[in-house]
C-alpha cells in the first residue's frame, strides 16, 4: 500500500503490530511536528492531527492568525451553567470544528480544580468542586467521542498554577488525591471511557508526571480501567526509559526528543522491554481506528466553518453561565426605552477568551456596545473609555507587512513575505517550508496614524531577539540584556516600554527586526513577536467617563481583565481588578444611582464598591457572541442562567490555599504544598467558618421559584441509593433557571473515623429552565460512595454506619430542606 491508499476494512490491530518494525513503533510514539504523528506509509498508516483547545479547535496556525475558528465559551463559563446537555452540546460541535481543521483529537476538557482562584488558566477550568467537574467533563467527552472525535482530558493531575509548572512539584496527599483532584479522570474513564489522556508539566511529589507509574498505570489503567494513550503535554517528557515503562505512550510535539533514537538505544541496552513498545503501539493504534483515521490518507485541508447554529448555540451558551452576583430593586432587566453609558475597558472591545494555548482566531467578535445598539438602539447607548484594564500594550492592528529571510542577518532578498493584521506573531510553523526555523529572520514593517495628539506608550515582548524602530530611530531594544520573562508561555521577555510624543495626524513608520532564538536546553524553543502602541490614560479619561454616567438614565460598566491577565504560562498577582477599574466604578457610581457592573475575570475578584452599585453581572469569557449574549442578559431576552461554580472570597487571604508560608502557595523551592487537603474552596469556608463574598453555588434571576418539599425514596441508604426529589415551580413572570443542589453531611458517625472531614459536600445537583407557571421535578440520586472519605491505609472508601444529613440547597450558604438517610452498617469499597 502507498500514503494514497487507505484501509477502509476493518483494522487488524494485532497484525499490524506484527508487520511493524520496531523502528516503526517507536516511531510512532513521538509526534513528526508540533499537531501530527508519524505516519507509515508502507502500512497505511496516516498521521493523525491533533488540535487545542477546549473552547474552539484552532487548527495549526498561531494562536491569533490560523484558520478562522468559533470561538464558544471559556470553561468557566460553561461550568457556571451547571448544565450537562449544554456540555454535551458543545462538544459534539467541536467535533465537527475539529474536523474542519483536520483533527480527530481535540486536546480538551481541562478539569484541573479550581484551587486557589488565581491559577493562569483557572478560566480554562470547569469548577472548584470534583463532582461539578466531572458531570460537566463526562457530557463534553461523549460529545466529542460520539461523533468520532478523541478527547484529550487534561492535565493529569494536580497541574494547579502555573508558577514554575514545568518544574513545580505539586505535594499532595492520597486522600486529596483521591477525593478532589482525580475525580474527574476516573469519571472520564468509567463513564465517558474517554480515548485520551494529557499529563502535566508538573511533579506529583517529586515525579514528572509522564513517569509516575503509580499514577498512570496502577491508578488510571489498573484502578479505573483506562486503556486510552497518555500524550504529554507540549515538551513535557522528561525522560526516556522510565516514561515508556510507566506506561507514557505519545510524546509531543515532534520531532522527538526523547524518544526516537534514543529509546531505540534503551531498548537494545535492556531498559525498555520490546513488549513495553508493543503495548504503547497497540494502544496508538487503537485511537487511530476510533477516530476513523484509517478511513483516510491523513490531515485534511483546513477550512473555516461558520455555522449558523453554531452561532446560535454559542450565544446561548453565553447567557446560560451568566451569574447575576446583586440585582438591587430589580434593575435588571432594563426597559427597553432606557439611554445607557456604556463605559469601561471592556466596553468597546471583544473579550471573548482567556490567553495561552485556548486562543483561536475567531471568525467574528461582537463587542459589548455593538450588542447593546443591537438591543436598544444606536441612538440609546454612548460609549467611553474611562481607564485601561491590559497587562501588555494594545497590540498594534493595521496592515502589517512581514519579510522573512534565510539566516539571523536579514541578508539578501526576502524568501518569503506576509501580511499580519495584528502585530502579534506566535510562529508554530513559519509560512514557507525553506525557512529553518532555528535559523530566520523577520522585517516587520507597519505604519501608525494616532487619531489623538499625547504622549503614547509603546511595547515589545520577544521569544528571539528583536529592535524596534519609529522613523529610523531605535525606539525599544530587545536585544540588549535580553532574559526570560512572563510572556508567551515564559519563553519571551518581559514587556520593554517606550514613552513618545506624537502628533495626530501624522503617520510614522514602525519597523522591527527579529532574528530566531537559539535552540533552548530543555528543547522548548519559541519564536514569537509582539508590538503593541496605545495613549496613555489618566484622570481626564475618567472624567469624561463620569460626565457621560451622570447624563445617561444608567451606567453600565464593563470592567474585570482580559486575556493578557486570564492566561496559560503565569499566574495572577492579586484578586484586585487592574488599573484603575476599582477608581472607575466609585466615581461612575456616585453620579448614577443606576449603575450595573459587567464583570469579565477568569475567576473571583475583590468588590470593594459592592455596596454601592445595583446590579452585578458575572460574564467570564462567553466566546465570539459575547456582546450579543451580554445584551441578551441585560435586556432580558435571556435570564442569566448561572450558578457560581468557585467560591467568590471577601479577600485573598480567605482563600483556602492561602498561607503565610509560601511552600502552600505560590510555592517554594520547586515545590507547592497542598497543606488545606480536601478543604478546597467552599469546603475551606464552610468548615472553617470563614464567610464569602458570595457561595459557591450562587445566582439570582429574573424570576421567583416556589420549592415544594422535599421526598427521599427512602430513609435507609442501600447499595441501590438514595433519591430526592423536590416539586419546583416558576412563580414569578418571566423565564428562569433553577438549581438545586444536594450536599451530604455526615452527622452520627462512628466514633474512630481517624480523618477530619468537610462539612459539607456537593453530591448532586439538577438543573431546571422553566417558563411562568411551569413546574418541574429536581431529582437528585446519591449512592453509598457519596457518604464515604478515602481510607488511605486500607485503600479503601469508607462510609461508617451513622446517620448522614443530605441538605436541599440553592447554594452553599442557602440550605433550603434537610433529610436524613441512615447507614446501618460500615460500607466500603477498594479503590
Known amino acids: 500500500m502507498n500514503s494514497e491508499q487507505t484501509r477502509g476494512a476493518a483494522v487488524n490491530i494485532e497484525q499490524l503490530l506484527d508487520e511493524l518494525t520496531l523502528e516503526e513503533q517507536v516511531s510512532l510514539m513521538a509526534g513528526a511536528d508540533f499537531w501530527t504523528t508519524v505516519p507509515i506509509p508502507r502500512l497505511a498508516i496516516p498521521a493523525v492531527k491533533v488540535s487545542d483547545g477546549p473552547n474552539g479547535a484552532r487548527g495549526a496556525g498561531g494562536l491569533t492568525n490560523g484558520t478562522p475558528a468559533a470561538a464558544f465559551p471559556c470553561a468557566i463559563a460553561l461550568?457556571?451553567?451547571w448544565n450537562s446537555d449544554a456540555a454535551y452540546e458543545m462538544g459534539a460541535t467541536l467535533a465537527a470544528e475539529a474536523r474542519s481543521k483536520g483533527a480527530r483529537v481535540l486536546l480538551a476538557p481541562t478539569v484541573n480544580i479550581h484551587r486557589s482562584g488565581l491559577n493562569g488558566r483557572n478560566f480554562e477550568c470547569y469548577s472548584e468542586d470534583p463532582l461539578l467537574t466531572s458531570m460537566l467533563a463526562v457530557a463534553y467527552i461523549k460529545g466529542l467521542q460520539d461523533n468520532g472525535v478523541g478527547a484529550t482530558i487534561k492535565h493529569f493531575v494536580a497541574n494547579d498554577s502555573e508558577i514554575d509548572r514545568q518544574t513545580v512539584s505539586s505535594d499532595v496527599d492520597e486522600r486529596t488525591l483521591r477525593e478532589i483532584y482525580l475525580p474527574p479522570f476516573e469519571a472520564a474513564v468509567k463513564k465517558a471511557g474517554v480515548w485520551a489522556v494529557m499529563t502535566g508539566y508538573n511533579r506529583l511529589n517529586g515525579i514528572h508526571m509522564d513517569s509516575h507509574k503509580w499514577a498512570l498505570q496502577d491508578v488510571m489503567?489498573?484502578?479505573?480501567?483506562?486503556?486510552?494513550?497518555?500524550?504529554?503535554?507540549?515538551?513535557?517528557?522528561?525522560?526516556?526509559?522510565?516514561?515508556?515503562?510507566?506506561?507514557?505512550?505519545?510524546?509531543?510535539?515532534?520531532?522527538?526528543?526523547?524518544?526516537?533514537?534514543?529509546?531505540?538505544?534503551?531498548?537494545?541496552?535492556?531498559?525498555?522491554?520490546?513488549?513495553t513498545i508493543r503495548a504503547a503501539t497497540r494502544r496508538l493504534l487503537v485511537l487511530f481506528e476510533r477516530v476513523g483515521a484509517f478511513d483516510s490518507a491523513g490531515p485534511e485541508a483546513e477550512t473555516s466553518r461558520d455555522a449558523p447554529e453554531t452561532r446560535a448555540l454559542i450565544r446561548r451558551l453565553g447567557a446560560e453561565g451568566a451569574v447575576l452576583l446583586k440585582n438591587e430593586g430589580d434593575l435588571l432587566p432594563l426597559e427597553n426605552t432606557v439611554s445607557i453609558a456604556a463605559l469601561g475597558p471592556n466596553a468597546g472591545v471583544a473579550r471573548l477568551m482567556g490567553g495561552g494555548s485556548a486562543q483561536i482566531n475567531a471568525p467574528y467578535r461582537v463587542t459589548p456596545v455593538e450588542g447593546l445598539k443591537a438591543a436598544f438602539g444606536d441612538n440609546r447607548v454612548s460609549h467611553a473609555k474611562g481607564c485601561t484594564n491590559n497587562r501588555l500594550?494594545?497590540?498594534?492592528?493595521?496592515?502589517?507587512?512581514?519579510r522573512f529571510h534565510h539566516g539571523r542577518r536579514l541578508e539578501g532578498k526576502p524568501a518569503h513575505i506576509a501580511?499580519?493584521?495584528?502585530?502579534?506573531?506566535?510562529?508554530?510553523?513559519?509560512?514557507?517550508?525553506?525557512?529553518?526555523q532555528n535559523d530566520f529572520s523577520v522585517r516587520a514593517v507597519a505604519t501608525f496614524t494616532p487619531e489623538e495628539s499625547g504622549t503614547y506608550r509603546a511595547g515589545m515582548t520577544n521569544a528571539g531577539l528583536a529592535r524596534a524602530y519609529l522613523d529610523g530611530e531605535l525606539l525599544i531594544d530587545g536585544e540588549s540584556d535580553w532574559a526570560h520573562g512572563q510572556n508567551f508561555f515564559g519563553t519571551a521577555n518581559d514587556e520593554r516600554l517606550a514613552d513618545i510624543e506624537l502628533q495626530a495626524g501624522t503617520t510614522y513608520q514602525l519597523v522591527i527586526d527579529y532574528c530566531s532564538p537559539a535552540t533552548a536546553d530543555n528543547g522548548i524553543t519559541v519564536r514569537a513577536l509582539r508590538f503593541g502602541i496605545e495613549k496613555t490614560m489618566g484622570q481626564p479619561e475618567i472624567d469624561d467617563a463620569v460626565r457621560l454616567a451622570a447624563e445617561q438614565d444608567v451606567a453600565v460598566l464593563f470592567v474585570g481583565r482580559q486575556e493578557e491577565w486570564d492566561s496559560e504560562g503565569y499566574d495572577l498577582p492579586d484578586m484586585t481588578l487592574p488599573g484603575r477599574q476599582n477608581a472607575l466604578i466609585e466615581a461612575v457610581a456616585a453620579v448614577n444611582p443606576n449603575t450595573v457592573v459587567v464583570l469579565q475575570t477568569g475567576g473571583p475578584v475583590e468588590m470593594p464598591w459592592l455596596d454601592k452599585v445595583k446590579s452585578v453581572v458575572q460574564f467570564w469569557y462567553p466566546g465570539q457572541e459575547v456582546g450579543n449574549a451580554i445584551a441578551d442578559v441585560l435586556s432580558g431576552a435571556a435570564s442569566p442562567g448561572g450558578r457560581l461554580p468557585q467560591t467568590f472570597p471577601r479577600r485573598m487571604k480567605d482563600n483556602s490555599a492561602w498561607s503565610e508560608d509560601a511552600l502552600t502557595y505560590p510555592g517554594k523551592d520547586g515545590h507547592v504544598r497542598y497543606d488545606e487537603g480536601v478543604f478546597v474552596g467552599y469546603r475551606h469556608h464552610d468548615s472553617h467558618n470563614v464567610p464569602p463574598l458570595f457561595p459557591f453555588g450562587f445566582g439570582l434571576g429574573y424570576t421567583q421559584f416556589t420549592w415544594g418539599e422535599a421526598v427521599a425514596d427512602t430513609e435507609i441508604m442501600t447499595d441501590a441509593g438514595v433519591t430526592v426529589t423536590v416539586?419546583?415551580?416558576?412563580?414569578?413572570?418571566?423565564?428562569?433557571?433553577?438549581?438545586?443542589?444536594?450536599?451530604?453531611?455526615?452527622?452520627?458517625?462512628?466514633?474512630?473515623?481517624?480523618?477530619?472531614?468537610?462539612?459539607?459536600?456537593?453530591?448532586?445537583?439538577?438543573?431546571?429552565?422553566?417558563?411562568?407557571?411551569?413546574?418541574?421535578?429536581?431529582s437528585l440520586g446519591i449512592?453509598?460512595?457519596?457518604?464515604?472519605?478515602?481510607?488511605?491505609?486500607?485503600?479503601?472508601?469508607?462510609?461508617?454506619?451513622?446517620?448522614?444529613?443530605?441538605?436541599?440547597?440553592?447554594?452553599?450558604?442557602?440550605?433550603?430542606?434537610?433529610l436524613a438517610v441512615d447507614l446501618e452498617t460500615e460500607w466500603s469499597e477498594p479503590a
Open 221 to 275: 489503567r489498573g484502578e479505573f480501567g483506562y486503556d486510552g494513550i497518555f500524550m504529554s503535554d507540549w515538551f513535557g517528557t522528561n525522560s526516556v526509559a522510565s516514561s515508556v515503562n510507566a506506561g507514557h505512550d505519545l510524546e509531543m510535539p515532534g520531532p522527538a526528543r526523547y524518544r526516537g533514537t534514543r529509546l531505540l538505544d534503551a531498548v537494545k541496552a535492556g531498559e525498555v522491554d520490546p513488549e
Open 419 to 436: 501580511t499580519e493584521e495584528a502585530l502579534n506573531c506566535f510562529w508554530f510553523d513559519l509560512p514557507a517550508p525553506e525557512l529553518d
Open 727 to 778: 416539586p419546583i415551580v416558576n412563580s414569578g413572570a418571566a423565564d428562569g433557571v433553577e438549581v438545586v443542589q444536594l450536599y451530604v453531611h455526615p452527622e452520627a458517625m462512628a466514633k474512630d473515623v481517624p480523618v477530619a472531614r468537610p462539612e459539607k459536600e456537593l453530591r448532586a445537583f439538577a438543573r431546571l429552565a422553566l417558563k411562568p407557571g411551569q413546574s418541574g421535578t429536581a
Open 393 to 402: 500594550t494594545q497590540v498594534l492592528q493595521g496592515d502589517i507587512e512581514l
Open 79 to 81: 461550568g457556571a451553567s
Open 783 to 818: 449512592v453509598p460512595r457519596d457518604l464515604a472519605y478515602f481510607d488511605v491505609e486500607r485503600q479503601r472508601w469508607m462510609a461508617p454506619a451513622g446517620r448522614y444529613a443530605l441538605l436541599v440547597a440553592a447554594n452553599a450558604g442557602d440550605i433550603r430542606q434537610r
